[in-house]
């Protein structure tokens, strides 16, 4: 059974830093590329970051480029998402899934939540 945990989330100020880990579990991990995704109710969930296979390619949506680092230990089968200079608009809920033909692969884990306010 294919299972994701995410966590670290939390409330920070603007500017703050937060570093999001999830655990991945139920599949093969490192043979997926894998992604972070957040969602803000209202919306849709998007894509904000995703990384290779092997860990060696890295891409990021506009909006987080330059402040969102994507990175992976697969003898852990885990990837994390540090995230810095956070602004009000990065609220949401994140979530990871391993990244197929430009779309999410599995169902989804319970996300954690991060908050931005002063």
């Known amino acids: 059974q294919v299972q994701f945990v995410e966590s670290g989330g939390g409330l920070v100020q603007p500017g703050g830093s937060l570093r999001l880990s999830c655990v991945a579990s139920g599949f093969p991990f490192n043979q997926n590329d894998m992604g972070w995704y957040r969602q803000v109710p209202g919306k849709q969930r998007e894509l904000v970051a995703r990384i290779s296979l092997g860990g060696f390619r890295t891409n990021y949506a506009d909006s987080v480029k330059g402040r969102f680092t994507i990175s992976r230990d697969n003898n852990k089968n885990t990837v994390n998402l540090e995230m810095n200079n956070l602004q009000p608009q990065d609220a949401a809920v994140y979530f990871c899934?391993?990244?197929?033909?430009?779309?999410?692969?599995?169902?989804w884990g319970r996300g954690t939540q991060v908050m931005v306010s002063s």
């Open positions: 899934n391993a990244y197929w033909r430009g779309s999410p692969r599995y169902n």
